[in-house]
């Protein structure tokens, strides 16, 4: 016997206990084994629907408004779901084919190493990740490592893969994302796959709801704003005719919040009349399911209302845009009222009977249309003046809502009796008998032609205004305005024509369309009908016939029949011309139009003029203080020229520079720097002053300019090198400070050029600076000299006083001088070597100028001293401290005076200092000085041996002298000094 069973999952149920979502088909055969089993397997499924399930209300419950905090998350869930330990996310893109990186769990960026992860796949070049969407199912590896013809491996540093599992997420049939989790202890199994693509279906529709909930959020943002911005009335209704929507606007009309607004219907809000009127307006919109526009009344206030229905999610609502015409209304109230009275009504008046037969139209419709009187009586107006432009429904839905006694009022094109169309705004107006029958219709006709042209007009203006916006500088303008031109006016040719005020020329800046080719034109002075056009300051125009004698290149601009010119002027300076070319007749619309744009064109190109100086300003200025910086801060006259050459060439934009010194003693220009020669020829090249441009520069003080393209070359033997280099013209500028000339400055340029006073300003400011830096440093070399100098003579005078002190001393010979410089050598054995050496050779040569203070007898006694004549002895120290320490410039170099008979452990004098409280110099000299006089004869003994003296220096090594010196000392003697 077999048993038969079916297993029913409910999928919407598996939080539920499982034997709600289990059902069991059997017969009563089925042991209890059997049911067991069962129960094992539904408490399995029982429990990973409910880990499933907790995994996602965690999600839900994550609180953050960034959708890619929320997808990490999500990702951080389904790994732990799978009890895996690494996963990822990729968005898939079906039409090209694409994969996205969007989310890594932490634990792969811990375990790789890659340094620049790619984040973009293309699926044809995935290996086995990639098979979750060639496939379009779940792929499952639990042996990454055994071969796999699917595979492609992975780059070096990727985090090692075991067990791999990636399921495809669906959206409406298409493959939106995919997830993979991988290295799961255990094998991933079809149990994985549905938890994983259940978990991240769920996740995914999460993630659509976010993303449309965050767009209408903005989109609602964006409508509110809008509305808030009008000044008409919006309002929208549900289907019970309650507000669910206000602007302020209407806030400010009904004088109430939005809070106490909606909800309302108008007959809560509005006096009972009004608000049936609304209503029944409300009402008709919602039966014809289209826009409703009716004029309504609210106490003294008329307003247009548009009403249209509007779906409300599961109902029609409406909605409303009302604006108030109370003005307009009381101005069509008086000018009815005046064309009663008036027998010349302004408006044209039409009279028909009840089946819209003409009975009688006023002057001022014979004036609008060229029709008379008799000639339109008995006509239908429709037939009458019908241009074809409006459809045959227009005319029935006007006819249906005067049939119901209703006004109607709109505007439509109608032809006049010479053929040309014209614009007019027309009301008719039911004329109703005492009966409520309809006797007549009256119908106001405006003729709005001029209207609606400047309307366009203003269109076209605020085209080119928006247009001119976007553009950054002159160039980018020009196009604009032209482009514009030939867009709006719908011409063929248009040229912008600016006057050069260097050369008093005036230039074709651009030329379009037809006139293309004109580009680049100048025009001589006082040449040409674009001066005329300019100066005379009045629009012309030419119908008839292109041969102005006026026209200066008449060949290219043949090819239009009419043209028509208008000035560019602003802020009463004439800067030029704009001209267009067409080949049908120019109106005076077309004048009008661009005239106006020529106002909008002057203006923003007289802007981008200005801006463009002020940038020049800014560049000349940040140049200058570059200029300054390299004068105040380099004491290198050749590194400052440098800089400001550099800087010059681009303020001059000249191709070359060139600086030369004065030499008045050989009446010669002498090369200092230059910058943009192609040789260094110009390094050996000098000028004679008074001959050449250059020389005469220099010799008259006055800038000089020679156009180099118009003269012959033997003309100016001193200057050969500039024709060389193919040079056009060169400017020569003398560099002048404090009335004594220094040099030239020499800008010279390989193309034609015309000086402005702008660029002399900077050509003369350049000079000054460069003459500035050139002073600076004549000065300063002169400090330097005069401060070698002193100091040459200070040295000079203290040498003096110790070969007076050796005088003094005969027998010591040039003692001063010899300890003197073996005193600067152990000092840089020792590692010295600042400005502190030039202290130390002073204090050598002055240690003994406390002598002076002794007596010669004693001095020179060849006998043993007394107690008091060794206490004099001792105080010549002192005698030199009180001798030097008044002078400014020897008090650094006291050290060796005042302290060379101190010893290193404290027996010295005269103060008893000890170790390193005695200065360095002297402890360096205190060595020096006892060798040389070990090794010098003296009146008490003769000269010891160097081998004794060396002898007897090691011996006082920590008692007499610092050990240090020492060394050092033995180390200079060892290497034959």
């Known amino acids: 016997m077999f048993t038969i069973f079916c297993i029913i999952i409910n999928e919407n149920l598996l939080n539920e206990p499982f034997h709600n979502s289990i059902y069991f088909l059997h017969d009563s055969f089925i042991g209890n084994h059997v049911k067991k089993s069962f129960d094992s397997i539904s408490s399995k499924i029982n429990q990973q629907?409910?880990?499933?399930?907790?995994?996602?209300?965690?999600?839900?419950?994550?609180?953050?408004?960034?959708?890619?905090?929320?997808?990490?998350?999500?990702?951080?869930?389904?790994?732990?779901?799978?009890?895996?330990?690494?996963?990822?996310?990729?968005?898939?893109?079906?039409?090209?084919?694409?994969?996205?990186?969007?989310?890594?769990?932490?634990?792969?960026?811990?375990?790789?190493?890659?340094?620049?992860?790619?984040?973009?796949?293309?699926?044809?070049?995935?290996?086995?990740?990639?098979?979750?969407?060639?496939?379009?199912?779940?792929?499952?590896?639990?042996?990454?490592?055994?071969?796999?013809?699917?595979?492609?491996?992975?780059?070096?540093?990727?985090?090692?893969?075991?067990?791999?599992?990636?399921?495809?997420?669906?959206?409406?049939?298409?493959?939106?994302?995919?997830?993979?989790?991988?290295?799961?202890?255990?094998?991933?199994?079809?149990?994985?796959?549905?938890?994983?693509?259940?978990?991240?279906?769920?996740?995914?529709?999460?993630?659509?709801r976010r993303i449309a909930l965050s767009a209408f959020r903005d989109s609602e943002t964006k409508l509110r704003s809008l509305i808030n911005a009008t000044q008409d009335i919006v309002l929208l209704k549900d289907k019970d005719f309650k507000h669910v929507m206000v602007n302020?606007?209407?806030?400010?009309?009904?004088?109430?919040?939005?809070?106490?607004?909606?909800?309302?219907?108008?007959?809560?809000?509005?006096?009972?009349?009004?608000?049936?009127?609304?209503?029944?307006?409300?009402?008709?919109?919602?039966?014809k399911k289209a826009l409703v526009i009716e004029y309504e009344q609210v106490q003294n206030q008329f307003f247009e209302a548009?009403?249209?229905?509007?779906?409300?999610?599961?109902?029609?609502?409406?909605?409303?845009?009302?604006?108030?015409?109370?003005?307009?209304?009381?101005?069509?109230?008086?000018?009815?009222?005046?064309?009663k009275v008036l027998e010349a009504v302004a408006n044209a008046v039409v009279i028909t009977d009840p089946d819209g037969k003409i009975e009688w139209v006023n002057p001022a419709f014979t004036k609008l249309t060229g029709f008379n009187n008799n000639e339109s009586q008995g006509r239908n107006p429709r037939d009458l003046v019908r241009s074809g432009v409006q459809e045959i429904s227009f005319y029935a839905d006007m006819w249906q809502t005067i049939k119901k006694k209703k006004s109607w009022k709109g505007v439509l094109v109608n032809r006049k009796k010479n053929g040309s169309l014209y614009s007019e705004e027309m009301t008719i107006t039911p004329l109703i008998g005492e009966k409520g029958e309809i006797l007549h219709f009256i119908a106001v006709k405006q003729d709005i032609t001029e209207r609606e042209q400047h309307e366009k007009e203003l269109t076209v203006i605020a085209n080119v205004s928006s247009a001119l916006r976007n553009a950054q500088n002159k160039q980018e303008m020009l196009p604009v305005i032209l482009d514009q031109l030939l867009e709006q006016l719908k011409i063929e040719g248009a040229t912008l024509i600016l006057h050069d005020p260097l050369s008093d020329e005036m230039v074709i800046e651009l030329g379009r369309g037809l006139w293309a080719n004109s580009t680049g034109l100048r025009i001589p002075p006082g040449k040409g009908l674009s001066r005329k056009i300019m100066e005379n300051g009045k629009p012309c125009v030419y119908n008839d016939s292109q041969d102005n004698p006026d026209s200066y290149y008449k060949n290219v601009f043949k090819n239009c029949t009419a043209s028509a010119a208008v000035p560019l002027s602003v802020q009463e300076q004439k800067i030029g011309a704009i001209f267009i070319g067409t080949n049908r007749k120019?109106?005076?619309?077309?004048?009008?139009?661009?005239?106006?744009?020529?106002?909008?064109?002057?203006?923003?190109?007289?802007?981008?003029?200005?801006?463009?100086?002020?940038?020049?300003?800014?560049?000349?200025?940040?140049?200058?203080?570059?200029?300054?910086?390299?004068?105040?801060?380099?004491l290198d006259l050749k590194v400052t020229l440098n800089v400001i050459l550099k800087q010059a060439k681009e303020l001059l934009t000249c191709d070359a520079l060139l600086v030369m010194f004065s030499k008045p003693q050989t009446m010669t220009?002498?090369?200092?720097?230059?910058?943009?020669?192609?040789?260094?020829?110009?390094?050996?090249?000098?000028?004679?002053?008074?001959?050449?441009?250059?020389?005469?520069?220099?010799?008259?003080?006055?800038?000089?300019?020679?156009?180099?393209?118009?003269?012959?070359?033997?003309?100016?033997?001193?200057?050969?090198?500039?024709?060389?280099?193919?040079?056009?013209?060169?400017?020569?500028?003398?560099?002048?400070?404090?009335?004594?000339?220094?040099?030239?400055?020499?800008?010279?340029?390989?193309?034609?050029?015309?000086?402005?006073i702008e660029w002399q300003e900077i050509l003369n400011t350049l000079a000054t600076q460069i003459a500035i830096a050139i002073d600076n440093n004549e000065l300063f070399e002169g400090l330097q000299q005069s401060t070698f100098n002193l100091s040459v003579a200070y040295n000079e005078t203290i040498e003096g006083w110790a070969k007076a002190l050796d005088l003094r001393d005969h027998e010591t010979g040039d003692h001063s001088k010899r300890v003197a410089q073996m005193t600067i050598d152990l000092a840089y054995e020792l590692g010295i070597k600042n400005e502190s050496i030039g202290d130390i050779m002073r204090g050598a040569y002055l240690h003994d100028i406390g002598k002076m203070g002794i007596p010669d007898a004693v001095l020179n006694k060849p006998g043993k001293l007394t107690d008091e004549e060794w206490d004099m002895v001792r105080r010549h120290p002192q005698f030199a401290y009180d001798m030097l320490s008044s002078i400014k410039y020897l008090q650094p170099a006291l050290d060796i005076p005042y302290c060379h008979h101190e010893k290193w452990d404290g027996s010295g004098y005269p103060r008893g200092l000890k170790g390193e409280e005695i200065p360095l110099a002297a402890r360096i000299f205190a060595v020096v000085d006892v060798w040389d006089a070990l090794i010098s004869d003296r009146p008490y003994r003769k000269a010891w041996t160097e081998e004794k003296a060396m002898q007897y220096l090691q011996e006082q090594s920590g008692k007499h002298f610092d050990p240090q010196v020492i060394n050092a000392f033995f180390k200079m003697k060892n290497q034959n000094y």
């Open 248 to 287: 302020q606007a209407a806030q400010q009309f009904f004088h109430r919040t939005e809070k106490e607004i909606i909800g309302k219907t108008d007959f809560d809000l509005l006096p009972a009349e009004s608000a049936r009127a609304c209503r029944l307006s409300d009402q008709k919109a919602l039966e």
């Open 49 to 208: 629907a409910m880990e499933r399930m907790r995994r996602l209300v965690n999600i839900l419950h994550y609180n953050t408004e960034d959708n890619q905090q929320f997808l990490d998350y999500a990702l951080s869930e389904a790994i732990e779901l799978t009890h895996s330990r690494l996963g990822y996310i990729y968005f898939y893109n079906e039409a090209e084919q694409q994969f996205t990186l969007n989310t890594w769990s932490k634990e792969v960026m811990k375990e790789c190493t890659i340094q620049d992860p790619q984040t973009i796949y293309q699926l044809e070049k995935t290996g086995l990740w990639g098979e979750a969407v060639r496939q379009r199912k779940t792929i499952i590896e639990n042996d990454f490592y055994k071969p796999n013809p699917l595979k492609k491996g992975y780059p070096e540093g990727h985090a090692p893969l075991k067990k791999f599992l990636t399921v495809p997420i669906f959206d409406e049939g298409k493959i939106v994302a995919v997830i993979g989790v991988a290295n799961k202890e255990t094998d991933y199994d079809e149990s994985d796959a549905l938890q994983l693509s259940l978990l991240m279906d769920s996740v995914w529709k999460i993630v659509d």
């Open 586 to 634: 120019i109106t005076d619309r077309d004048i009008r139009l661009l005239s106006s744009i020529a106002d909008i064109a002057a203006s923003a190109i007289n802007r981008s003029t200005l801006h463009e100086k002020t940038q020049e300003k800014v560049k000349q200025l940040d140049a200058l203080r570059t200029i300054d910086q390299a004068i105040n801060t380099s």
């Open 669 to 756: 220009l002498e090369y200092a720097a230059s910058l943009g020669f192609r040789t260094r020829d110009i390094e050996h090249t000098s000028f004679r002053i008074g001959k050449g441009f250059a020389g005469r520069s220099i010799l008259e003080r006055q800038t000089v300019s020679i156009d180099l393209a118009e003269i012959d070359s033997e003309t100016l033997p001193e200057e050969q090198l500039f024709f060389v280099e193919k040079f056009h013209s060169v400017h020569s500028v003398p560099l002048s400070v404090k009335g004594n000339v220094k040099g030239i400055l020499i800008a010279c340029y390989s193309r034609p050029f015309r000086q402005s």
């Open 306 to 339: 548009r009403k249209f229905p509007v779906p409300l999610s599961d109902q029609t609502g409406i909605g409303c845009f009302i604006t108030d015409i109370t003005k307009q209304v009381k101005a069509d109230e008086s000018l009815l009222l005046q064309s």
